[in-house]
């Protein structure tokens, strides 16, 4: 306790405070474009940072790390342009709600979530930190396969009112996600380097969402009265906290275990968290139309994942983001051994990060609570310049990455898929998940079979991946009784529903 | 513990960070050194090895006004291919150096890519880094002598990692040795991980029975003593780790991850001396020698017809090694 108070001193001298302020600031600025995210922010600052204390520097990464999980969301939000690939799903319900006149409650839930998250996690992190860090190594490739599993499964939950169309989507989500060659073989690359990679998950979610959409008012502007954005209220109503605060704890839960283990990373909370939400909800008519869980919820898990991978980088020196990795090269600059020791040898450093990432996210709420209502204003430019505006800003988010022009055609070529996929009432969601999970769902599968030489029989071998198993087993029985009991439910979709799916 | 006026400059700089994302514009031909624009070129990301060792050696030339300020750019892609291709791209540019190493070297024969090494010009080799056989601390193999006996016995049952994808040099060094050691390079059960943190993850775990790598991300972990350094692959003894190089332990193989600078294809003589002149140059300053110090690199500087040949060796090893696996 003493060592946190300490840490709280650290934190709280007028030059770190201004510390944190500005990496909150540089990482909102950079989490809302596009393309860059806080790594690059990071490395790009590594210079810089050495001309100022040790401890500085690392609340400034912290703000920034904290910031740009926050920035991501905003334009995710606003935009419907995820500037994060872990603020992907946010965009699903976020940007529904500003088209219905809520992006003020939107921004709201994801900034309030993302603190209550933050904080949580936080204070997770200086109980478990000691204690964790030595199971969290256990975890092999057959435990990630089997929570991966796990995340496919749950992709039935968001499948849309028609199975087809939502199977196509993930199936199509898959094959972008065969592109590259990551398993030593080229698939999909058409003999072009530039593809060898595989596509960036973030290119795909702008593109569909951002330059989709963008292509599908152009198409209907003419032939459809402008719908005016209704400017509704200012501030989250009594029944907005009330139907946020449950999805900000039940991310919270996914988001925290998740950022600890070394491969488990910041999408695939979210992503649990979306379908849970989508299940539990007592207004499942709002889902796909703007329900505020949809926000509340990823929002918190991604926020707590940040904090999570802390958990392995302070506790073992193992960077499990790029942004960790980043913070790693940092301190071993200022020439701290990091280590499975660096919280013994180090601890004013420590709790020093520690008491700043609380700081961090309290400048957050403060700064982005108040700017929520102004945030939303910007809806209400014309549709044309707006989304001249969106276009703009996708293309140089996804040109800034690699300043390759073939990044601006993949771009394209993704949002003429996103304005088909719009025109046949193909739902967006089970592709990302798909783009999402593939590869990564490969990678553990290979990596499992190659260290038992090809024996199937390790993909149970751990206690985790057991217990994953029968958890799913057991949903799999519970979704039959369910099914049993209700056999009427849920009835086709009337034409009524059908159109809706379409002009969606 | 430092001067106010350096943090306001650091502040100022890091709000200036925009500036430095879009880049900015070049001009030439002035006789005042400082005032001589270069572009080098990164083949990896932001904070890569690459990526670090370049801006290292610009940072020395820019603040030893040995040169303008540098033009970074970022070109990621098949592990340095794209790059390589974009420097056969600028042919006779007289103002472009690209960073490279023994990965890109290995990454363009597994991409099956035309523009190799050879095609360019060779400027300077800057710094090596040895590769060390790690194991975790309850291994069975208590020395590198173990590891070769059990290794010939049953090739494919010792799973070996390493933070590299075919043709990097976590890849490229255990496939040699496995042929030193007589062992079927085929044969090696070589498991990919996504650079040194995953690679840390699985070795703690004993999720793989050894693992080859730089050793500067394992530091914290081997003094520890969680993890176990069996033997190192360059031709002398690391500082501060205990462990024997390979020809000590009876294994005839050196192996080092290098970097280098490499010039566009078809520059002038008098332009492939100036560059040569200006590394020399940053290779002399007190910025580098801190560089070096700071981030672990040992030194192994070398230019013109030194640093060609070792080009071509390596380029013909490299070539040897991924044929012989049917990577190339």
């Known amino acids: ?504 | 513990m430092h001067r106010p006026g350096r943090t306001l400059v650091a502040l100022l700089l890091a709000l200036a960070l925009a500036a430095v994302v879009s880049g900015c514009g070049v001009t030439r031909g002035s006789d005042d050194p400082s005032n001589r624009r270069l572009r080098m070129m990164i083949p990896n990301s932001v904070g890569g090895g690459y990526d670090l060792t370049g801006r290292a050696a610009a940072r020395a030339m820019e603040d030893n006004d040995l040169t303008g300020r540098f033009e970074i750019t970022n070109v990621q892609g098949a592990s340095g291919t794209v790059a390589m291709q974009r420097l056969v791209n600028e042919k006779g540019a007289d103002d472009l150096m690209m960073l490279m190493g023994l990965g890109v070297v290995g990454a363009v024969y597994t991409n099956r890519s035309g523009a190799t090494p050879l095609k360019m010009t060779p400027i300077a080799r800057l710094v090596e880094e040895q590769e060390g056989i790690l194991v975790p601390a309850d291994s069975p193999f208590e020395t590198i002598d173990d590891l070769v006996d059990a290794w010939r016995e049953d090739p494919g049952g010792l799973a070996v990692g390493g933070g590299s994808s075919n043709g990097g040099p976590d890849h490229l060094f255990p496939m040699q040795l496995a042929d030193a050691i007589g062992v079927d390079p085929t044969k090696v059960n070589y498991i990919s991980y996504d650079g040194g943190g995953p690679l840390t993850t699985a070795l703690l775990g004993a999720k793989i029975d050894v693992g080859m790598s730089g050793l500067g991300e394992f530091e914290g972990q081997i003094e520890d003593g969680k993890l176990r350094v069996l033997a190192v692959s360059g031709a002398e003894r690391l500082e501060g780790i205990d462990a024997p190089t390979l020809t000590e332990a009876g294994v005839d193989l050196v192996f080092t991850n290098w970097r280098g600078v490499l010039a566009p294809p078809g520059i002038s003589d008098a332009q492939r001396e100036y560059l040569t002149e200006l590394l020399t140059e940053m290779h002399d300053t007190a910025e580098w020698r801190e560089a070096l110090e700071a981030n672990g690199w040992t030194d192994n500087f070398a230019t013109g017809q030194e640093f060609e040949d070792f080009l071509a060796e390596q380029d013909d090893r490299v070539a040897d090694t991924l044929k012989e696996l049917g990577l190339a």
Do not use: C
């Not at chain 1, 398993?183 to 999909?188: E, F, K, S, V």
């Open chain 1, 1 to 504: 306790m003493d060592l946190l108070l300490d840490g709280f001193q650290t934190a709280l001298t007028p030059e770190n405070l201004l510390f944190a302020a500005l990496g909150v600031l540089l990482g909102t600025a950079v989490g809302v474009l596009p393309g860059i995210g806080p790594a690059m922010t990071l490395a790009l600052l590594l210079p810089v940072t050495y001309s100022v204390g040790a401890d500085s520097a690392i609340i400034m990464f912290a703000g920034i790390y904290y910031g740009g999980m926050y920035g991501g969301s905003t334009t995710s939000i606003l935009l419907n342009t995820p500037g994060e690939s872990s603020s992907v799903i946010t965009a699903i319900e976020g940007n529904k709600m500003a088209k219905a006149g809520r992006a003020a409650q939107a921004l709201a839930t994801a900034a309030i979530g993302s603190f209550v998250a933050g904080s949580i996690a936080t204070v997770l992190l200086w109980i478990v930190t000691p204690q964790v860090a030595d199971i969290v190594v256990t975890l092999g490739s057959p435990s990630y396969f089997a929570l991966m599993m796990l995340a496919l499964f749950a992709v039935t939950a968001v499948l849309g009112a028609s199975k087809l169309r939502g199977f196509i989507a993930l199936f199509l989500g898959l094959a972008i996600g065969l592109v590259g060659t990551s398993t030593g073989q080229a698939r999909l690359t058409f003999g072009e380097p530039l593809l060898a990679d595989g596509i960036d998950i973030v290119v795909v979610a702008v593109a569909l969402f951002a330059i989709g959409e963008a292509l599908w008012v152009a198409a209907h502007l003419r032939r459809k009265p402008l719908e005016i954005i209704p400017v509704g209220q200012p501030w989250m109503s009594k029944e907005d906290w009330g139907r946020s605060w449950k999805p900000w704890l039940r991310g919270t839960a996914f988001g925290f275990p998740f950022g600890a283990l070394p491969a488990g990373g910041a999408e695939l909370p979210t992503f649990l968290s979306y379908a849970t939400e989508k299940r539990l909800t007592k207004h499942p008519e709002e889902f796909g139309k703007g329900a505020i869980e949809g926000v509340a919820g990823p929002e918190a898990a991604n926020n707590a994942s940040a904090a999570g991978t802390l958990v392995p980088l302070l506790a073992l020196g193992l960077p499990t983001t790029a942004t960790a990795a980043i913070m790693l090269v940092a301190l071993q600059g200022y020439g701290f051994q990091t280590g499975p020791t660096l919280m013994d040898d180090h601890p004013d450093l420590v709790w020093g990060l520690l008491a700043s990432l609380f700081v961090a996210n309290a400048l957050l709420l403060v700064l982005n609570l108040p700017m929520a209502p102004l945030w939303a204003r910007l809806l209400r430019i014309p549709r044309p310049y707006l989304y001249a505006g969106i276009l703009f800003f996708a293309s140089l988010g996804a040109y800034s990455v690699n300043f390759q022009a073939f990044d601006l055609a993949l771009l394209l070529v993704l949002g003429i898929l996103g304005f088909f996929m719009r025109r046949f009432g193909i739902p967006v969601l089970p592709l990302i998940i798909g783009v999402i999970l593939g590869p990564k769902l490969e990678e553990q599968l290979t990596t499992a079979l190659k260290i038992s030489q090809g024996d199937v029989s390790t993909l149970w071998s751990e206690p985790v991946a057991v217990v994953v198993y029968a958890v799913m087993a057991l949903l799999l029985v519970a979704m039959a009784v369910a099914g049993l009991r209700r056999p009427a439910e849920p009835p086709a979709p009337s034409p009524q529903d059908e159109k809706e799916l379409i002009e969606r």
